[in-house]
Each structure stands twice: as structure tokens, then as C-alpha cells.
T-cell receptor, first 112, second 110 residues
């Protein structure tokens, strides 16, 4: 299966710690997106890359969040000084065209 | 910015019956409308989509209709089966991102 993969699938961390998530997109896709989803809600856009360039960031992405996509391949999303409000599912999606986005299984973050 | 509303929040149908979920949007310039199915603990799965130059699209038991004038689109599932039980989300493409509805929990009763 060559779909979008995310690692880890689950992460439990203490408040104040830093965490990093990884996303590997479908190989020929040049666009990569990060979304956050809380229980009972639809996903919310966080940021978007075209190749290695980060082209769009949501106001939800505070200065504690940073995302990178070196060499336009995999991407990482880091959250510094985690807060309980950061607990959510973090979803990665990739796209070859402007429209169809294919999602990975997500990383569920729990901040205690 | 774009705003998407989805109804109903929960839909319970008898196995074999049809299910219809509706979404409305606010930006008349929007031109791409996907539907996703999300099972518990998994990421959203793209099941069907429609572009603004088309009024209806069908894929086996699933169809989507779009009314651009009224700014609403609907998901139709016929001959529902137990494996159709999931949360369904509509979305609208706007400025590089998808804007999502709040989701519909579809329950298929045996």
C-alpha cells in the first residue's frame, strides 16, 4: 500500500514537553497538508506545502507550532511546550492536483 | 471566508434503505466539493467528489448532486449496508484548503 503514512499513530506526553510528528505523502504528490481534528468535529486546516515551500499557514498555528518539508518529501510537525488544548488528532494529506486530498491515518496526541 | 453547514448530525436508517446528507456553503466562487467517510480511529477517506461544472456524479451506490444556484450539495447512498456505518463529512475547497462540515454519524440498523 503506497498511501499516506504517519508516525507515530499515538503519542501521550506531559504538558510542557515538545513533540514531533512525521508524515510521508504518496510519492508523486507535490502538495502536503496538515489538519487538526478534535472529537466530534471536522478537520481544521493548519498549513500547506507545495514541494518544500510552506505556502499557507492558519491562524490556528501559533508560534509553538512549526512544520517543515525538507527536499519536498516527508514533512514534520513540531509542537513546543505542549498544552492540554493541543490534544487532538493530527492529520496529514497529500495531493497531486489542486483538489483531491488523500489522508493518512492520523496521529492522536494526548497531553496530560 | 467560506462557511459550510451539514445536516443532519445523526442519521439512522434501516439496512437496505437510502440515506441523504446535505451541505450548504457560502462562497459562490467555490468549485470543488468532496465527501469523506471516516471510521473510528482512522483518517478521512475520499469517497466521491464533484466539480462546479457538473450537476451530478454517481459511483455504484453513492451519488453526489450539486445545486450551484442554491449553494448546496448532497450525498446519496442507496441500498445501505452495515459497512456504510461511519461519520461522513462534506467539504469545500477554498484558498488551498478544505473547509469541512461538522459531520453526520450514519447508523445502519439491521
Amino acid at each position: 500500500d503506497t498511501g499516506v503514512s504517519q508516525d507515530p499513530r499515538h503519542k501521550i506526553t506531559k504538558r510542557g514537553q515538545n513533540v514531533t510528528f512525521r508524515c510521508d505523502p504518496i510519492s508523486e504528490h507535490n502538495r502536503l497538508y496538515w489538519y487538526r481534528q478534535t472529537l466530534g468535529q471536522g478537520p481544521e486546516f493548519l498549513t500547506y506545502f507545495q514541494n518544500e515551500a510552506q505556502l499557507e499557514k492558519s491562524r490556528l498555528l501559533s508560534d509553538r507550532f512549526s512544520a517543515e518539508r525538507p527536499k519536498g518529501s516527508f514533512s514534520t510537525l513540531e509542537i513546543q511546550r505542549t498544552e492540554q488544548g493541543d490534544s487532538a488528532m493530527y492529520l496529514c494529506a497529500s495531493s497531486e492536483s489542486s483538489y483531491e486530498q488523500y489522508f493518512g491515518p492520523g496521529t492522536r496526541l494526548t497531553v496530560t | 471566508g467560506e462557511n459550510v453547514e451539514q445536516h443532519p448530525s445523526t442519521l439512522s436508517v434501516q439496512e437496505g434503505d437510502s440515506a441523504v446528507i446535505k451541505c450548504t456553503y457560502s462562497d459562490s466562487a467555490s468549485n470543488y466539493f468532496p465527501w469523506y467517510k471516516q471510521e473510528l480511529g482512522k483518517g478521512p477517506q475520499l469517497i466521491i467528489d464533484i466539480r462546479s461544472n457538473v450537476g451530478e456524479k454517481k459511483d455504484q451506490r453513492i451519488a453526489v448532486t450539486l445545486n450551484k444556484t442554491a449553494k448546496h450539495f448532497s450525498l446519496h447512498i442507496t441500498e445501505t449496508q452495515p459497512e456504510d456505518s461511519a461519520v461522513y463529512f462534506c467539504a469545500v475547497y477554498s484558498n488551498y484548503q478544505l473547509i469541512w462540515g461538522a459531520g453526520t454519524k450514519l447508523i445502519i440498523k439491521p
